[in-house]
T-cell receptor, first 114, second 116 residues
Framework: AQKVTQAQTEISVVEKEDVTLDCVYE???????LFWYKQPPSGELVFLIR??????QNEISGRYSWNFQKSTSSFNFTITASQVVDSAVYFC???????????FGTGTRLQVFP | GAGVSQSPRYKVTKRGQDVALRCDPI?????LYWYRQALGQGPEFLTY????????KSGLPNDRFSAERPEGSISTLTIQRTEQRDSAMYRC??????????????FGPGTRLTVL
């Protein structure tokens, strides 16, 4: 069975702190894709990143970075020097190569206080 | 360019009524998906179209739910005889890929459905 677990329901930090959001996935497939989406208070779902299972290089985009480790089936997301605008619910999702659906975790609500 | 649009953004209806939710994908995107998101949960897959063909409807909860995309662009998700348990955010997404799978899905703003 395929599954995505985001064990952290809610995280609160003060502005400028670094924060890591955890994502653990389960699949027996060897080819798959992992995603992160952001859902700000306005409610839309915004794409952040996509990684395939053959590319374990970490990725950095500004204050955002992602750590993909197949050995632990994890795809964690770190925000460096958090800002109030980072406050949102963040979803991790899994897409198997031969299917058409995203399997989402339950999300982590991040609150950044000034 | 314009993103995925959905209408209405909010829909309040009485139990037993039919509702139709509309999705207009990003221009040129071949694949279109419908998801349902309950409060405090992640989106859950309902159905998927490749052009006008409905390729997968395994996520539709029962036969009160149906979807169509007759001309391969705009899609309508219809819920007949609505029940209170149908209350949720209904999200549409599109991707440029000719088949589902690893291509990135871009989501619309969603339709918040409330069944009284």
């Amino acid at each position: 069975a395929q599954k995505v677990t985001q064990a952290q329901t809610e995280i609160s930090v003060v502005e400028k702190e670094d924060v890591t959001l955890d994502c653990v996935y389960e699949t027996r497939d060897t080819t798959y894709y992992l995603f992160w989406y952001k859902q700000p208070p306005s409610g839309e779902l915004v794409f952040l990143i996509r990684r395939n299972s053959f590319d374990e290089q970490n990725e950095i985009s500004g204050r955002y970075s992602w750590n993909f480790q197949k050995s632990t089936s994890s795809f964690n997301f770190t925000i460096t020097a958090s800002q109030v605008v980072d406050s949102a619910v963040y979803f991790c999702a899994l897409n198997l190569y031969n299917t058409d659906k995203l399997i989402f975790g339950t999300g982590t609500r991040l609150q950044v206080f000034p | 360019g314009a993103g995925v649009s959905q209408s209405p953004r909010y829909k309040v209806t009485k139990r037993g009524q039919d509702v139709a939710l509309r999705c207009d994908p990003i221009s040129g995107h071949v694949s279109l998906y419908w998801y349902r998101q309950a409060l405090g949960q992640g989106p859950e897959f309902l159905t998927y179209f490749n052009y006008e063909a409905q390729q997968d409807k395994s996520g539709l909860p029962n036969d009160r739910f149906s979807a169509e995309r007759p001309e391969g662009s705009i899609s309508t998700l219809t819920i007949q005889r609505t029940e209170q348990r149908d209350s949720a955010m209904y999200r549409c997404a599109s991707s440029p890929a000719e088949r589902g799978g690893p291509d990135t899905q871009y989501f619309g703003p969603g339709t918040r459905l409330t069944v009284l």
